[in-house]
């Protein structure tokens, strides 16, 4: 089963985004980290199949640390999550590897229906 790393500063909504993939979505494992140094750990231990990032967090940029995660990890799938939802800073993010880009105003379903089709969980 796929596992998945959640990167979010903000505590709340990282625990949210916890208990909707953790309900029988198919998920097997889970991390969480709170800045992109934790991320990095995080990642080179658990080799996650799905990372989801908020794409502003304190101590480096989403897109930044979604390069560094996936050079760390071939073939690990990105979702970048974030407040300020614009086509630009979508664009820009799926140039960059990324495989899909959602405003935290989103349906979590909507996310989690998405990681699930990518990590091929029927």
């Given at each position: 089963?796929?596992?998945?790393?959640?990167?979010?500063d903000?505590?709340?909504?990282?625990?949210?985004l916890?208990?909707v993939f953790?309900?029988?979505n198919g998920?097997?494992?889970?991390?969480?980290?709170?800045?992109?140094?934790?991320a990095?750990?995080?990642?080179?231990?658990?080799?996650?199949?799905?990372?989801i990032?908020?794409?502003?967090l304190?101590?480096?940029?989403?897109?930044?640390?979604?390069?560094?995660?996936m050079?760390?990890?071939?073939?690990?799938?990105?979702?970048?999550l974030?407040?300020?939802?614009?086509?630009?800073?979508?664009?820009?993010?799926?140039?960059?590897?990324?495989?899909?880009?959602f405003?935290?105003l989103?349906?979590?379903?909507?996310v989690?229906?998405?990681?699930?089709?990518?990590c091929?969980?029927?």
């Open positions: 089963m796929p596992t998945v790393l959640i990167v979010e903000d505590i709340v909504f990282r625990k949210q916890l208990e953790d309900h029988g998920f097997d494992a889970f991390a969480e980290a709170g800045n992109g140094v934790e990095l750990d995080k990642t080179k231990c658990l080799s996650p199949n799905l990372a990032l908020d794409l502003s304190p101590d480096v940029g989403g897109i930044q640390l979604a390069q560094e995660l050079e760390i990890t071939p073939g690990l799938r990105v979702f970048m974030t407040a300020d939802y614009s086509m630009k800073t979508e664009k820009n993010a799926l140039s960059c590897g990324i495989t899909a880009v405003s935290k989103d349906d979590l379903a909507t989690v229906a998405n990681a699930r089709a990518v091929g969980i029927e």
